[in-house]
């Protein structure tokens, strides 16, 4: 029986390649894709994941929810890495953007429906997963995968914090310290991985649907990329989680036990783990360490290509 997931994304280039491998995989059931604020306004990415469904078009369509507002305005957002409108500035129409439930209700009631067997693929800031716990205090969620934090390595927003995290601390605070079976996959291991134009040049070609939208999406990555930071290809810090949720034996984890920084002139949004020689905290997740690079990268290019034949 495929695996029952939940997409929780603020797309965001690498959140709609995650999309796009998952969305056909065929031992996944994405029972709903939820939307939140984070590379883009809450709006522009509940839209987007509208765009990404039509553009792709898979054989089941989800159930969408849709991003509210932040309690706090979103101090940062990503548009100068996957442009104006979060998928590169290809500016796609949407046939039909129809009004939705909010996203922490679509969560609450796609886990209540089936307890303790909906993984949650966590892709951008931990808003709604937070607020699916404030809605339902015992919400029996079977595991959440999130995307998000850095372990010994620097952050991208601020020196000390990573994206995800810092736009959202408090919802991240709240998640971290939850019950629930968790697995962070922090930026220390994505920033490993870059796919390059060679790896570009192996994804679908424009005769397919995925194959199309990728290669109207990914273009404008690289150029920032290259602006921004000097590199010739792109991190795919999404598509890496995504993968740990369902390749796991490609990755190496360890039991930690980690906590969210809400305060502090340098450290908002930092994630500070207990790794003192006897550690006084109780290990709260499982986080990942280190990858089978070549073979993480592989995976990609074929979960995109087995996508684009279906
Ligand atoms: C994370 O931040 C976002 O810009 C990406 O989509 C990814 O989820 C990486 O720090
Ligand atoms: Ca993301």
């Known amino acids: 029986m495929p695996r029952k ?6 797309p965001g280039i690498d959140d709609a390649v995650a999309l796009c491998m998952a969305l056909f995989n065929p031992g996944l059931e994405v029972v709903a894709v939820t939307a939140v604020g984070g ?3 809450p709006a522009q990415a509940t839209r987007n ?10 054989p089941r369509w989800p159930r969408i929810g849709a991003a509210s507002e932040p309690d706090e305005p979103l101090p940062v957002d990503g548009r100068h890495l996957h442009g104006i409108d979060g998928l590169g500035g290809a500016n796609f129409e949407v046939a039909e953007l129809r009004s939705r439930h909010p996203s922490e209700k679509v969560i609450c009631d796609a886990v ?12 951008g800031p931990l808003t709604n997963i937070a607020r699916a716990f404030q809605r339902d205090p015992e919400l029996p969620i079977g595991q959440i ?32 310290r939850s019950r629930s079976t968790k697995t962070l996959i922090p930026l220390d291991v994505t920033n490993r991985l870059v796919l390059s134009y060679d790896l570009f040049n192996r994804l679908p070609d424009e005769s397919t649907k995925v194959g199309s939208f990728l290669r109207k999406i990914l273009p404008p990555a690289f150029r920032n990329y290259r602006r921004q930071f000097g590199l010739e290809g792109i991190h795919v810090h999404d598509s890496i989680a995504l ?59 074929r979960l995109l290509s087995d996508a684009a034949r279906m």
């Not at 997931?5 to 603020?10: E, G, T, W």
């Not at 207990?274 to 290019?301: F, G, K, L």
């Open 5 to 10: 997931v939940i997409l929780d994304v603020d």
């Open 39 to 41: 590379n883009v306004p």
């Open 49 to 58: 994941v509208q765009v990404i469904l039509e553009q792709v078009d898979p």
């Open 112 to 123: 209540r429906a089936d307890p303790d067997s909906v993984t949650i693929i966590a892709l």
């Open 145 to 176: 995968v999130m995307m998000g934090g850095a372990v010994s390595g620097p952050g991208n927003i601020t020196p000390t914090a990573e994206f995800n995290i810092y736009c959202d601390p408090q919802s991240a605070r709240k998640v971290f």
């Open 243 to 301: 993968l740990a949720a369902i390749r796991p034996e490609l990755f190496t984890m360890q039991e930690m036990a980690g906590d969210v920084e809400t305060s502090g002139n340098l450290t908002t949004g930092a994630t500070v783990f207990d790794r003192r020689r006897v550690p006084a905290w109780r290990h709260n997740m499982a986080v990942v360490v280190d990858m089978d690079t070549a073979e993480v990268m592989e995976q990609i290019v």
